[in-house]
């Protein structure tokens, strides 16, 4: 059973910074795993209203969103069963639920694309005040 838990979210003002962290049960397993969000009022129901922000497949390929380039940074530790996204510079536009993905497919790629995750967790909230 594919079980992921998010932690890390927070309160803070614009300018700092915030790790998130995503304990998968068998992080080795998850060939591509990703970071989406979800801003308040953004419209859509489910996984199809949250955006993309980051993700890193089997073979260490990571993207990110156009928006947290530069701020941000993806990490896994198969060690640690766990992903990581590193939240440097946050901007009040940064506040929003975030959510981990995970994809099993060995042939899966590094994407932003919600259909291409089948797993989920249940989100930490992030609130950047200005």
């Known amino acids: 059973q594919v079980h992921l838990v998010e932690s890390g979210g927070a309160s803070v003002q614009a300018g700092g910074s915030l790790r998130l962290s995503c304990t998968a049960s068998?992080?080795?397993?998850?060939?591509?795993m990703a970071w989406f969000r979800q801003a308040p009022g953004q419209e859509g129901e489910g996984v199809a209203a949250?955006?993309?922000?980051?993700?890193?497949?089997?073979?260490?390929?990571?993207i990110y969103a156009d928006s947290v380039k530069g701020r941000f940074t993806i990490s896994k530790d198969n060690a640690k069963n766990t992903l990581y996204l590193q939240m440097n510079s946050l901007k009040p536009e940064d506040t929003a639920t975030y959510y981990c993905?995970?994809?099993?497919?060995?042939?899966?790629?590094?994407?932003?694309?919600?259909?291409?995750?089948?797993?989920w967790g249940q989100g930490t909230q992030v609130t950047v005040s200005s």
């Open positions: 993905a995970a994809n099993l497919g060995w042939y899966c790629n590094a994407d932003l694309m919600q259909r291409d995750y089948p797993h």
């Open positions: 068998s992080a080795d397993s998850y060939h591509c």
């Open positions: 949250r955006e993309g922000v980051a993700a890193i497949d089997r073979t260490g390929t990571i």
